[in-house]
T-cell receptor, first 113, second 115 residues
Framework: SQQGEEDPQALSIQEGENATMNCSYK?????LQWYRQNSGRGLVHLIL?????REKHSGRLRVTLDTSKKSSSLLITASRAADTASYFC?????????????FGTGTKLQVIP | NAGVMQNPRHLVRRRGQEARLRCSPM?????VYWYRQLPEEGLKFMVY????????ESGMPKERFSAEFPKEGPSILRIQQVVRGDSAAYFC?????????????FGPGTRLTVL
């Protein structure tokens, strides 16, 4: 099964509202990353948060990490129509001497103008 | 510095044919990863390679799929005798040497359609 599970699977909001997506994972991690994927396109790296960090900001993005609950959230503030995309969390865990990234199932975000 | 390049972007094959997908990592990157994404799903890890070495192929189907990353040239993901279930987007990612943290840079993907 997937290491990361995003919640909700789909989210539809009005432009200007905030969007919150959650990710839960099962095993211990070194870091957690969030990616965006526009329809039919490749993935764009958004932000990385290390296991010893609790919160990180980048522009309109805010990521939190709770290792005790094995969960992370991605908050997009003041959403724009251009934020419409699928968002994936990816956990980075040690495996066989190298780090292995495992992707979650994704949240499909629609921002309505 | 060009990003990760994949070609072709779209590939159509009939059942039983072979599909070859190419990935050129970013300059200076020696780690390559292949992922498969089925429609409406997340990315599933397939294989992790370094130059001339397969490090982890735990996500590769046991038959018909193979990958290589030669000393010179791009990484190749090869699917023999394709079936309809192989239709998916195949993404390649690369990362620089070192294992402290490896942000992976993704290519645009190859969309394989098997008729």
């Amino acid at each position: 099964s997937q290491q990361g599970e995003e919640d909700p699977q789909a989210l539809s909001i009005q432009e200007g509202e905030n969007a919150t997506m959650n990710c839960s994972y099962k095993t211990s991690i070194n870091n957690l990353q969030w990616y965006r994927q526009n329809s039919g396109r490749g993935l764009v790296h958004l932000i990385l948060i290390r296991s010893n960090e609790r919160e990180k900001h980048s522009g309109r993005l805010r990521v939190t990490l709770d290792t005790s609950k094995k969960s992370s959230s991605l908050l997009i503030t003041a959403s724009r129509a251009a934020d419409t995309a699928s968002y994936f969390c990816a956990t980075d865990s040690s495996s066989g001497g190298y780090q292995k990234v495992t992707f979650g199932t994704g949240t499909k975000l629609q921002v309505i103008p | 510095n060009a990003g990760v390049m994949q070609n072709p972007r779209h590939l159509v094959r009939r059942r039983g044919q072979e599909a070859r997908l190419r990935c050129s990592p970013m300059k200076g990157h020696s780690h390559v990863y292949w992922y498969r994404q089925l429609p409406e799903e997340g990315l599933k890890f397939m294989v992790y390679l370094q130059k001339e070495n397969i490090i982890d192929e735990s996500g590769m189907p046991k038959e018909r799929f193979s990958a290589e990353f030669p000393k010179e040239g791009p990484s190749i993901l090869r699917i023999q005798q394709v079936v309809r279930g192989d239709s998916a987007a195949y993404f390649c990612a690369s990362s620089p040497p070192g294992t402290v943290y490896n942000e992976q840079f993704f290519g645009p993907g190859t969309r394989l359609t098997v008729l």
